[in-house]
């Protein structure tokens, strides 16, 4: 009975863990991208088409600014919007750039990968003040096409030497090849754009056609774009991340690929969108809720409009698998219970919880993984379960066969026939559920099944030899102690089950202690050894359950204890207009009385509560005081204009006293 519990508990941990993956998950969807306008390099008073794009290679967004860099023209635009405020354009006489490829942007700077004249240059906005990156002994570069900055190097990407390069940013020295070139997974081939973000490094190699992830210490972690989701990188170039997304844009696959910052892909830009198709896009930026695409095959630079991805279906697919598996395990739990077999859900529930976490935290591969991971653990421990439910509970049926076996009796009638006939009847029947695969069913039958036979060969006889190996180990006064002992256990098993609230039913208990005590006083020691067991087997479940039971109930009221705390102190605060925390009060008093019934929940409530009486508050404070001072504010307007009325009023009367006095007539006497 403990077991059947403690698998009850975890059916209850399971369908709160179904909850919250139903309410992560329903919204999930492909967002998907919408296409804007494209830029072509040139302003509407433009006279010809001198100052079009011939070959867009790089992409910055920063500070309101698109920087497009063109390897064919060997210019660096600033645009602003779509209109284009300043070019710097390569003549016979001025050469600031031999191939621009990608760039990278910090205080003011611009620093852009120029890859014929095989060095790195600055840009500070000061007309044609074209930097040079000084080349420097050691590192040889030939083709930089890439590169980032942090607080300790600058990171360059050489496309033809097929290494990252580091520069000291301290003294713009060469430094040291961070990676070298190589076959294995991690080396590279043709890198060609490179990214920093959250101390992890990306590099895309469009030979390799792969993304490599590398700490920040450059060892490698894993790979971006081979085969996950169905996404295989064929030749990658620039790379943009922003708000934990990764945006590649691959060349010859004509898209820009997005994929979380583990590696799962999760949405496409390319073919099929209206206007807005791709042909060799090169690099891609992203700024003011648009994405850029430098796409060299138009010679355009394309605009869209940037929709956040919120979720993957394959994924989702693959944790409601699990968790449904996960479910199933859980039905079958109760089973193993009913027939005393160990069950454990392993880490399964674990590992989809945490693949719930990563899903939420856009980890997808994570996700992926350890999803798939629960629901092959749940499929393995799901047929091993069976398995053994389905082993134990035909023992069983043959244990009790052999039992009455040697009890059969040819000839029966009346009573002892129809017993026996229920116990073939049942024993059949339970193998044919099992075949059915209905294991609860079949344990439900299973648990009745050693009843019927005991009424059986009670209405046999149990032959003198057991009947005397019985009467020497039983006497009237064995059975008073074992009865006294099982009623002291019940009587506390009563007080508690009353502090806890628990709604334990001792009335079956009661009355089989009662009909023990009588059977022994009668002399019916079968009879009373029988109803003492069933009563010790149902003390000793309720036992259990209310032991476990009290543990939950008690956490929870030391959880509720300490919020209650941090409510009374939010409810005594003084202030001139109090909030009205009636129904956060009763609420607090309904968690309380929760608590025996659903403590998980009874916490829920009370940190609820809690929260709202703070919120209330803090807003009552707020308008406490400013009505305070507004009826300081008030009272003394009051009384400037009471003193300014008693004014008025004194200097008005003294003027009708003052008419008065000059029109009152003149008195006549008369004279008779």
């Known amino acids: 009975m403990e077991k059947h519990h403690a698998s009850t508990v975890r059916c209850m941990r399971f369908w709160v863990l179904a909850a919250a993956l139903f309410l992560a998950l329903i919204g999930s969807a ?21 100052y079009k794009f011939y070959q867009p290679t790089g992409l910055l967004y920063e500070h309101g600014k698109l920087y497009v860099a063109d390897g064919g023209k060997n210019a660096l635009y600033i645009l602003n919007g779509s209109f284009r405020e300043r070019v710097l354009l390569s003549t016979s006489s001025v050469n600031p750039f031999d191939n621009p490829l990608r760039m990278t942007y910090e205080n003011g700077t611009l620093y852009i990968a120029d890859g014929i004249s095989t060095v790195v240059k ?3 906005g000061e007309g044609f003040n074209v930097l040079e990156w000084n080349k420097k002994e050691g590192s040889n570069m030939e083709k930089p096409s890439g590169v980032a900055l942090d607080e300790r190097y600058a990171y360059i990407t050489d496309n033809a030497q097929g290494r990252l ?19 294995s997974d991690g080396l590279l081939q043709s890198p060609a754009d490179v990214e920093i973000y959250h ?23 894993y790979t971006i774009g081979r085969g996950l989701g169905g996404v295989d990188l064929s030749s990658p170039r620039g790379i943009e991340i922003f708000e934990d997304r990764i945006y590649v844009a691959d060349s010859t696959k004509n898209s820009v690929f997005v994929f979380t ?13 209206a206007n807005g198709s791709l042909s ?28 956040r991805t919120v979720g993957n279906d394959t994924v989702k697919e693959l944790i409601d698998a699990a968790n449904r598996s996960l479910a199933q395990l859980y039905i079958y739990a109760p089973v193993a219970a009913k027939l005393n077999l160990s069950f454990s859900e392993g880490s399964a529930a674990l590992e989809l919880a945490t693949a719930l976490t990563s899903y939420d935290n856009f980890m997808f591969t994570d996700a992926s993984a350890l999803a798939q991971k629960s629901l092959d653990q749940t499929v393995a421990l799901q047929l091993n379960l069976t398995q053994a439910i389905e082993l134990r509970a035909r023992q069983l049926v043959k244990a009790e066969t052999g039992r009455i076996a040697p009890f059969r009796r040819p000839g029966l009638e009346g009573a002892a026939l129809s017993k026996l006939t229920q116990f073939d009847n049942m024993a059949s029947d339970i193998n044919a559920k099992l075949s059915g695969k209905a294991y609860g069913l079949a344990a439900d039958a299973i648990l009745e099944l050693p009843a019927v036979a005991d009424e059986y060969i009670a209405l046999i006889g149990q032959g003198e030899r057991m009947e005397e190996e019985r009467e020497a180990n039983r006497t009237a006064g064995d059975f008073g102690i074992r009865i006294s002992a099982l009623r002291v256990r019940l009587e506390r098993l009563g007080a508690n089950s009353a502090k806890y609230r628990q709604n334990a039913n001792l009335t079956g208990s009661q009355e089989l202690l009662a009909a023990a005590s009588g059977q022994a006083a009668a002399g019916e020691y079968d009879s009373a050894n029988s109803s003492i067991g069933l009563a010790e087997f149902e003390i000793s479940s309720q036992e259990a359950v209310l032991r476990q039971a009290a543990d939950e109930i008690d956490k929870g009221l030391a959880n509720i204890s300490l919020i209650e705390f941090g409510f009374n102190a939010a409810a005594g605060r003084q202030m001139l207009f109090p909030p009205d925390l009636a129904g956060e009060k009763s609420q607090m008093l309904q968690a309380k009385d929760m608590v025996y019934t659903n403590p998980l929940l009874a916490v829920a409530m009370a940190s609820k509560a809690a929260e709202s009486a703070v919120e209330k508050s803090n807003s009552a404070q707020a308008v406490s005081t400013a009505a305070a001072g507004v009826l300081v504010m008030l009272a003394l307007i009051g009384l400037i204009a009471l003193v300014f009325s008693f004014h008025i009023y004194s200097r008005r009367k003294k003027m009708r006293e003052e008419k008065a006095a000059r029109e009152e007539p003149k008195r006549i006497i008369w004279k008779g």
């Open 30 to 50: 492909h967002a998907g991208f919408t296409y804007l306008y494209s830029i072509n390099g040139s302003n509407p008073l433009d006279s010809d088409d001198f």
């Open 122 to 124: 600055t840009y500070n």
């Open 165 to 183: 390069y580091l520069y000291s940013r301290e003294n713009e020295m060469y430094a040291r090849v961070g990676i070298e070139k190589g076959g």
């Open 199 to 221: 101390d992890k490094i990306f590099i895309s190699d469009q030979v390799k056609g792969l993304v490599f992830a590398y700490d920040s210490n450059l060892s490698f972690l």
């Open 261 to 273: 910052l583990d590696g799962f892909p999760i949405d496409r830009i390319g073919a099929g969108i």
């Open 280 to 307: 060799l896009p090169e690099d891609v930026a992203i700024g003011d809720g648009k994405i850029f695409v430098a796409d060299t095959g138009s010679r355009r630079v394309l605009v869209y409009e940037l929709n």
